[in-house]
C-alpha cells in the first residue's frame, strides 16, 4: 500500500505533483480555509506524513491520533506553531523551509520598510478617495533612508538579506541576535552587534527578523516602546507575537514612534482593535513568502522532505533544535 501525505491547504504550483510522482498517495483539504483542529485530527489520523501550515497546530496530542505519522513538513522557515521537541519525542521527523524564501521576506520587509517610512498607505487612501488636491510641498513628508541607522532584531538569513538591501540606501546597520556573527560576516554585511537597548534607543528604522520562542515573545513590550526615537519606522515580518499588538495600539495612536509596517500579527489572522483605524500603520496580509519562485520552491523542499523521510532517508531541511 502506498504511503499517505496529507496536505491541509490548497498548494501553489507544482502543487502535489510532485509527491504524487514519487508514487505517494495524497490527500488534501480542497478547501483554502484553516482546518478545524478536528479535521485536523481526522486528517492526519491515517496520515505516514502530513504537509501542514504555519496556522496549523501540531503538537502531542495530534501526534497520539496518527500511529503512521513519521515525517511533519512545516510549510514556513519559522515553526512556532508545532511543539517539536514533544513530536520528535514519538519518533516524528518535523522538517521546515529555510533558506527558499529569504529573498522575498526580505523584499517583502523592505516594501514595509519604504510604504511606512513615506506615507504610502495614506497616500493611497487619498487618491482613491477622490479627494486628492493635488501635488503641495507640504503633504505627507516622510521619512528619508539614506543615513539613518537600520536596527535588525534577529540576525538569520533573512535579517541578514534585508541588511544587505540597505547598502543600496546608504544606510548604517547595527543588528542584535542571540550570538554576534563572525566578525567577517559582519564585515561583508557592514553592520555591527549592539545590545537590544542600544538598538532600539538609536535606531531610525527597526525591522525584527527573530523567530518566536519564549525568549523573544513580547520584545517589544511597553519598556522596549519607551526606548525607540519618536521618529523611529518599525517593521515585523517575523512573527506577530514579538510585539506585545496591545500596546502598538497606544503608541501609534499617541505617535510615540512614527509608523510601523506589519505582515504578521499577535492574533493572526485577527487584528488588534484599534490598528486598522491607524493612519500610520501598513498592514499587509502575512505576505513574507508570498511570491511565485518562494512558494513553488516550498513546495518542492516540503515534498522533497517527505520523501527522503518516508523512503528511510535524513530529512533535507529539519527544524532546528
Ligand atoms: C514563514 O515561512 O515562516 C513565513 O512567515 C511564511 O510566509
Redesign the pocket.
Known sequence: MAATVFVTRPLPDPGVEVLRAAGLEVRTNAEDRPLTADELRAGVAEADALLCM?SDRVDEALVDVAPRLRVVA??????DNIDVAAVRARGVEVT??PGV?TD??ADLAWALLLAAARNIGPGERLVRSGEWPGWSPTQLLGQPMRGRRLGIFGMGAIGRAVARRARGFDMEVVYHNRRALPPEVEAELGATYVSTDELLRTSDFVSLNA?LNDESRHVLDRAAFDRMKPTAVLVN???GALIDEAVLVDVLRERRIAAAGL??YEFEPRVTEGLSTLDNVVLAP?????DVE?RAA?VELCSRNIIEVLAGRPPVTPAPG
Not at 512545516?74 to 515553526?79: E, K, L, S
Not at 502575512?286 to 508570498?290: K, P
Open positions: 504555519l512545516n510549510f514556513a522557515v519559522g515553526y521546515t523551509t524564501l522575498a521576506t523567530p515580518t517575523g512573527r505582515d504578521v502575512h505576505l513574507g513568502s508570498a518562494a516550498m
